[in-house]
């Protein structure tokens, strides 16, 4: 008999949900979760499709959060099975999101089939915040739902977030908040001509270079105990007309700020003009904000998480707020404590993904513990 769990991770890996297509995912989940009394709304915004569903009306709130849409497959001749023709093999489930993150829907929809099934008059209530637009844009999922939340005053007590926490084993590893994303797109100018005269041109790259190893070379913060200290990294770099014989107009850079907080992205955004003004650039500079920094400190969620992990793994999970970002930084602004917890995160985004099978249910039955410890 096959396991409920993988059972359902099966049904939703058979949809090619690429960002921001669900692909009719939501619908499944929808379907069994109201079997079981909960109330569903679709709030859908562009090509964006949203679920909102609750059991219950009385605190404490908790939400599971999670999205359905997958990143691009990459070629498919490279994959030892199709994407989105999942295959169990030695073990291990492949297929395009099943570790990222539609295994860890699955077992939060069926721990909360166990958990009703045991305790049909919890105190509590339990939601599903489910979005097809985390992989994408990220501007008409999560935070679209969030922002109808706050408008009709609802305010979740605890989130889960099932993103792929986990790094050797499951569970050895949880995410009680997460760094700030701050996006720079710069433009140093300068004048164009022949590289046999730069007396008459103005080279953008030899000038952009001191203000730019400046910026690399700044220490923004030094950190703290939850997190590591801000970063700068410049990730695209152009400059050029094609030809060897040409001194650019100007040269682009995009970089990126992953922030502590001991920092805010006002703060980061006057210290790095104030390097550019230094070195004297005629410069454009956009920015844009993908996320703040969040943490979870000790608290009811961050020890039920942890017992639970204990209770059901068998150890203690490392508390880290490592790595990218997540929609749990959307979630957080409403003052609701966020824990991100999943499978091992080893081949996420990559060709052949897979989870351990026997980690589903596993993940399922932690989940079942959290709710038992939190709303029972």
């Known amino acids: 008999m096959t396991d409920p769990t993988l059972a359902l991770t099966l049904e939703l890996l058979r949809r090619p949900s690429l960002t921001p297509e669900d692909a009719g995912c939501q619908e499944i989940l929808l379907d069994r979760l109201q079997k079981i009394g909960f109330v569903g709304e679709h709030m859908p915004f562009g090509a964006v499709s949203n679920l909102w569903a609750r059991r219950g009306l009385n605190g404490p709130l908790l939400v599971f959060a999670g999205h359905t849409d997958v990143v691009p497959t990459g070629p498919l001749d490279a994959w030892q099975s199709p994407p989105f023709a999942p295959c169990v093999h030695e073990g291990r489930l492949y297929g395009r999101g099943a570790a990222d993150m539609k295994g860890s829907l699955a077992a939060m929809v069926v721990a909360c089939e166990r958990f009703y099934a045991r305790h049909p008059q919890a105190r509590g209530s339990v939601a599903f915040l489910i979005t097809s637009d985390e992989e994408g844009q990220a501007v008409d999922g999560t935070v679209r ?4 939340l706050r408008q009709r005053q609802i305010t979740p007590d605890w989130c889960i977030v099932g993103e792929p926490s986990s790094d050797q084993r499951l569970g050895d590893t949880i995410k009680v908040g997460r760094r ?14 022949h ?3 730069p007396q008459r041109a103005d080279n953008p790259i030899h000038r952009a270079l001191p203000a730019l190893t400046e910026l690399t070379q700044e220490v923004w913060d030094h950190g703290n105990a939850d997190f590591p200290a801000t970063s700068l990294q410049i990730s695209n770099l152009h400059a050029g007309t094609g030809a060897n014989n040409v001194i650019p107009g100007a040269i682009d850079v995009v970089f990126n700020f992953r922030f502590s ?4 992205a006002d703060r980061l955004r006057q210290r790095t003009e104030a390097i550019l003004d230094r070195h004297g650039l005629r410069y454009e500079l956009q920015w844009s904000l993908s996320g703040l920094p ?12 942890i017992d639970s992990v204990v209770a059901c793994l068998g150890e203690a999970p ?3 707020t490592a790595g990218g970002t997540s929609d749990g930084r959307f979630i957080a602004t409403l003052g609701t404590q966020v824990v991100e917890l999943g499978p ?3 081949s996420i985004h990559q060709i052949d993904e897979h989870v351990t099978v026997a980690d589903l249910d596993a993940l399922a039955r932690v989940y079942e513990d959290i709710l038992q410890r939190l709303i029972a």
Do not use: M, W
């Open 195 to 197: 590289v046999a005269y």
């Open 294 to 305: 969040f943490l979870t400190s000790a608290g009811p969620l961050r020890q039920a998480v």
């Open 318 to 320: 490392l508390c880290s």
């Open 145 to 148: 739902v969030v922002e109808q």
């Open 180 to 193: 700030g994303s701050l996006n720079g797109v710069l433009k140093v100018l300068g004048r164009q001509g």
């Open 261 to 264: 907080t001991e920092i805010d």
């Open 344 to 346: 091992v995160n080893h």
